[in-house]
């Protein structure tokens, strides 16, 4: 391995000045890039449901939230050593050390590859086991085999070779992972409009999955090895040192990620045996636009992390870089709380007409729910930068200040809900989960608070109360988007269409003129006109390839 270069950023970025540019630049670039291909995911996620529900119905629907219940619960064994990737990768490109990459990657691949075939061999083995976990009836237990197969051959295959993508993500090359990603969701649902129409089923949405991990992957080794020119993989690499590296952090990140994937889905796994299968498919559509308006402000959560990574290793946590690092988080939150509130006061405050236009009907129970799954993402997304930052500065269990309380917090709710209400229902489940989520927020919000030094007095001027201003603007709005539930759906559509304009442009106007300040208000503009330029150059460049 002393052919491998020993560089991987260049010299003058490592002064202080230079980490700090460095990761200024890669951070900004990253998150309005990785914003427009969530707003694209966010479109297709929109617009595929009532597509696929129109034709498969229901009960197939459900099946499919059901798999991706038991997906989200396999995808939490990804978390660790994806994190693993990212943040050592981002380490020792602020250190000049590929090397150390490499042998990490390698020891990664072989392992990861390993398990993969073990975890397949072990579902084939056990799928009579999870379609009776299932609960699935019986006109379905053949589709749902094949399903289960396909989705979990395609998705462990991808996690064999996810290093590649985590390695241009550490590298600060998230705005590359974008288009990879873009690329491969787009594929996807125009597959899944062509196998839905001709009458594929829910056989086709597997089918469309498995393309998109393909595609997913083959494009991710490709970028790679053209991006990064140190990066070098090989099955002889493989080192004890890394590996405990792996298992060090990345088996907190992966603990703490399996009790996410817990909270993310309790309702959903509870309501299957509670309520019955239909149930998943309510709840899954109740949290469908909610779940989707959070993944933009995500973005800079995602970005963060390798940011926190590369300053880390850049300033080897010195005072200066504690107080870069903290004023980092404190404007990621301020930021991610702004664009979660911008879509979910609207979602909040206007959800049955908004679910009557999308869906051509409102489902029992489901308006509600969407309500206060929008409340629920705001005080989620709050969370984000304070992960995020842990996870970068090396101290990943600090998440169980969030997830553990949220899980002794749900365990106390659910049985309340059956209490109050007398039986099992979703509306019950889904209140549940929202007020042990807003508990458990708001105490891993304190706790992160009094680590990165950041008083509660200027956590409440410049994130809480900016992040209500969107819900009383979403108020204003609420009785014309109303008039939408009634009538045709064309009709309602062209009317939620002018309520969604006008409460945009009352909003920017609002933040612009009562809660940004005049560095933001100078800052933003001259980010949105310099990305735009860089935007365009990169998409002339991939276009070139």
């Not at 405990?244 to 309702?267: H, K």
Request: include cysteine.
């Amino acid at each position: 391995m002393s052919a491998q270069p020993k560089a991987i950023v260049l010299e003058e970025a490592r002064s202080s000045q230079g980490v700090r540019r460095y990761a200024r630049e890669a951070l900004v670039r990253n998150v309005w890039i990785d914003m427009a291909s969530r707003a694209g995911y966010l479109l297709t996620r929109v617009l595929i449901p009532p597509f696929v529900l129109s034709r498969i119905g229901l009960d197939a629907y459900s099946l499919w939230a059901a798999v991706f219940v038991f997906v989200a619960y396999a995808g939490a064994t990804t978390i660790g050593v994806s994190a693993a990737y990212v943040k050592y990768v981002a380490d020792y490109a602020a250190r000049g050390e590929a090397h150390k990459s490499n042998t990490l990657l390698s020891t990664g691949f072989v392992t990861v590859g390993a398990a993969s075939v073990v975890a397949f061999g072990l579902i084939v083995l056990g799928l009579s086991q999870v379609l009776s976990w299932l609960h699935m009836p019986a006109h379905l237990q053949h589709e749902a085999r094949i399903v289960v197969l396909l989705v979990a051959g395609s998705f462990l295959f991808d996690f064999a070779f996810s290093m590649f993508r985590d390695s241009l993500a550490g590298a600060q090359k998230i705005a590359e992972v974008q288009i990879i990603w873009v690329a491969s969701y787009l594929i996807e649902t125009a597959l899944i409009v062509i196998l839905i129409s001709t009458g594929h089923g829910v056989l086709g949405l597997a089918e469309a999955f498995v393309v998109r991990m393909m595609v997913s992957t083959v494009l991710s080794v490709f970028l790679a090895y053209r991006l990064l020119p140190w990066i070098r993989i090989s099955i002889r690499w493989p080192s004890r040192e890394a590996l405990s590296q792996l298992v060090r952090f990345g088996g907190v990140v992966q603990f703490v990620a399996l009790l996410g994937t817990v909270l993310n889905t309790v309702e959903r796994a509870i309501a299957l045996p509670l309520v019955g299968l239909s149930a998943v498919g309510l709840l899954d559509i109740s949290d469908k636009l909610p779940g989707m308006a959070a993944i933009i402000p995500t973005a800079l959560a995602t970005s963060l992390f390798p940011a926190a990574a590369y300053l880390r290793g850049g300033f080897a946590d010195n005072a200066e870089g504690r107080e870069v690092i903290s004023d980092l988080y404190l404007r990621g939150c301020r930021y991610m709380s702004l664009l979660a509130g911008a879509i979910s006061g609207l979602l909040a405050t206007s959800a049955v007409p908004l679910m009557t236009v999308w869906l051509g009907r409102v489902y029992p129970g489901t308006g509600y729910l969407m309500a206060i799954f929008a409340v629920q993402q705001q005080f989620h997304v709050m969370t984000g930068p304070g992960t995020s930052i842990m996870k970068g500065i090396g101290r990943p269990r600090e998440e169980l200040f969030y997830s553990v309380p949220n899980i002794a917090a749900v365990l106390v709710a659910m049985p309340l809900s059956y209490l109050v209400l007398g039986r099992w229902t979703i509306l019950g489940l889904g209140s549940a989960v929202v007020v042990a989520t807003i508990i458990s927020s708001t105490g891993f919000i304190i706790h992160v608070n009094r680590i990165l030094k950041v008083s509660k007095g200027r956590f409440l001027r410049h994130v809480l109360l900016p992040g209500l201003v969107p819900y009383i603007v979403g108020l204003v709005f609420m009785a014309p988007a109303s008039l939408a539930a009634h009538g045709g759906r064309w009709r309602g559509a062209a009317i939620i269409a002018i309520v969604g304009i006008l409460y945009a442009l009352t909003l920017t106007v609002v933040l612009d003129f009562l809660v940004l300040d005049a560095g933001e208000r100078q800052s933003l503009r001259n980010v949105l006109r310099r990305e735009s330029r860089r935007l365009g150059q990169l998409v002339r460049s991939n276009y070139s390839l």
